[in-house]
């Protein structure tokens, strides 16, 4: 059974800093790219960032680039999103997803709809 645990979601004035982790069991960590997706109500999921299984490619949507960093630690089974200069716009529940489709230049989709249960970050203006 493959699960998926995020953590790090909370509370942050525009500005500040907060950082994801997401951790996986029941599968090959390192063999699997990895994404994350952001939903804030009343509008659809949006892919955030992805990075390849071995840490070498990434994707991020072009509202966050220069603000967040996706990285991983295939030790751990661990990735992380670290999020800078959040703006009340990053308001939403992060998810984290495993086995998905990651290119730089197309953006992130889910493969097998391996899904964590969701992390709220509110950011206040």
């Known amino acids: 059974q493959v699960q998926v645990v995020e953590s790090g979601g909370g509370l942050v004035q525009a500005g500040g800093s907060l950082r994801l982790s997401c951790t996986v069991s029941g599968l090959a960590f390192g063999e699997s790219n990895m994404g994350w997706f952001r939903q804030a109500p009343g509008k659809e999921r949006e892919g955030v960032s992805c990075?390849?299984?071995?840490?070498?490619?990434?994707y991020y949507t072009d509202s966050v680039k220069g603000r967040f960093t996706i990285s991983r630690d295939n030790g751990k089974n661990t990735m992380y999103l670290q999020m800078t200069s959040l703006k009340p716009e990053d308001t939403a529940t992060y998810y984290c997803a495993a086995a998905v489709w990651c290119r730089a230049d197309y953006g992130v989709r889910s493969v097998k709809n391996y899904w964590g249960q969701g992390t709220q970050v509110t950011v206040s203006s």
């Open positions: 990075i390849t299984y071995s840490g070498i490619n990434t």
